[in-house]
């Protein structure tokens, strides 16, 4: 078994709840782990899928909600917002020691470092970078309300929220000094913007948790822990924050 993931509970589970699932042994291996949800590609034999989970040891409150990732997911499916399809979720954590949820697994590539474009040509990089940026203004323009998402969250005050919230979990994980941390928190406490439109909000809109297909075209947009109903400006700050500059020579 990969760690995290009790493949015996978890085949139990499904046997009970989606046989379709558990056709045979399950076998995994981990995708993505350390401080961010382990995501294990898993397969009963006939068919792949992949499982989510938090991470293993300390979770900070709010910060790793299966749930959130699963229903926005799932609210998404119908619309132009390319989406994994929702399998399964299970919130009894007696089942693999944690929530968990089972997503169809799509094929594709996600560009996480520059080496990984430059071989592609700037042709192909731009195509890459302009669906990227039409893909999130595709998720900004979804009615949440017409599609089941009107009491995902609480659009008032979600910038100030947003500042509470990072500080606390700051304060709750903070293991050296910061220099200027605090002053940063300040200012932004002291400059919140006034709220633009509310949109869905993905939180963490950058070019690695996409999935590109062959085609170049956004096969699934991941990594949905942090959405939430607020300004959809944060998810443009968040896309140039994430930009790293290229070396000088």
Not at 159 to 169: A, D, T
Request: negative net charge; glycine residues 8%.
């Amino acid at each position: 078994d990969p760690k995290g993931l009790d493949l015996g509970a978890l085949h139990a589970w499904l046997s009970a709840h989606h046989p379709e699932l558990a056709q045979d042994e399950l076998s995994a291996s981990l995708i993505t782990g350390g401080k961010a949800n382990l995501t294990y590609s898993v397969s009963d034999g006939s068919r792949d899928f992949v499982v989510r989970r938090p991470p293993l040891g300390h979770v900070l409150a709010t910060a790793h909600d299966m749930g959130r990732e699963y229903t926005v997911m799932a609210a998404l499916a119908p619309t132009d917002v390319p989406v994994p399809e929702m399998l399964a979720h299970c919130e009894d954590v007696n089942v693999i020691g944690a929530p968990f949820y089972v997503m169809e697994k799509v094929a594709g590539t996600p560009y996480g470092r520059a080496a990984q474009l430059e071989p592609l040509g700037p042709e192909r990089t731009r195509t890459i970078t302009e669906r990227m940026v039409d893909t999130l203004a595709t998720l900004h323009s979804v009615d949440y309300a017409s599609v089941g998402l009107g009491e995902f969250g609480r659009p008032d005050g979600y910038l100030e929220r947003q500042i509470s919230r990072w500080k606390k979990q700051l304060d709750s994980s903070r293991s050296r000094d910061l220099p200027g941390m605090d002053d940063l928190i300040a200012a932004l406490e002291s400059s919140i913007p006034s709220a633009n439109d509310v949109a869905i909000v993905h939180g963490d809109f950058r070019l690695d948790n996409l999935m590109f297909g062959d085609d170049d075209q956004v096969a699934a947009v991941l990594a949905w822990e942090m959405s939430a109903l607020g300004d959809p400006l944060t998810d443009v700050a968040v896309l140039l924050a994430d930009q790293q500059p290229a070396e000088v020579a």
